[in-house]
């Protein structure tokens, strides 16, 4: 038997941290820890409360989800596959405002996404992956936030599976109207 224990490192936009989750592994497979409170709480991080909402996505590949920075804390995860998460800082009074950091994702390595970051993934692996996601309150339709097209070129985002090289983004997600410049700017 051999355990990994839940580590977390702070990336260069404060409130995000990659994180190792906690496994056990023995002839039969691993047992991860998405979240154990007493680790995040230990390590830094703030806590997810009760969790009131845990979602699973199933992303084919070159399928691109967001960028979506609701007010809410969220523990992102990969349960099988691999991805590439881009999570950028959308709160307008940050020093690292507008900024974007990039992350291979495969299971057992996650983002700890704090309240006002965008975080986007992309599908690298040939089978779908599942994207695990904690939030700190329950999503709604009308929750405060922001959401920044994935293309847009002002981040120049290098998605691993290009636009026309197999990408796939919904009209949402890719609606030039959606600029970094619209969400960090406090009069709209």
């Known amino acids: 038997m051999s355990l990994i224990p839940f580590r977390a490192w ?40 009760q969790r009131p909402q845990t979602n699973c996505t199933e992303t084919h590949h070159g399928g691109v989800r967001g960028i979506h920075g609701e007010l809410a804390h969220k523990l992102v995860a990969l349960a099988n596959g691999a991805g590439y998460a881009a999570v950028v800082d959308l709160r307008p009074a940050s020093p690292t405002a507008g900024r974007w950091l990039g992350f291979e994702l495969a299971p057992g390595r996650g983002l700890f ?6 975080n986007s993934f ?9 994207y695990l996601y904690c ?15 994935a293309l847009d070129p002002t981040l120049a985002i290098p998605w691993p599976v290009p ?26």
């Open 10 to 49: 702070a990336t260069g936009i404060e409130g995000l941290w990659t994180v190792q989750l906690k496994a056990v592994e023995d002839p039969r497979g691993v047992v991860r820890e998405l979240y154990r409170e007493s680790d995040f709480v230990a390590s830094g991080l703030p806590s997810l409360g």
């Open 113 to 118: 996404v704090s309240a006002g970051l965008g």
């Open 122 to 130: 992309q599908t690298t692996s040939r089978e779908a992956a599942q």
């Open 135 to 149: 939030f700190a309150e329950e999503w709604r339709p009308d929750m405060a936030g922001a959401h920044v097209s």
């Open 163 to 188: 636009v026309g090289g197999g990408m796939v983004i919904s009209d949402k997600d890719a609606d030039p109207a959606n600029t970094l410049g619209r969400a960090l700017d406090p009069e709209d």
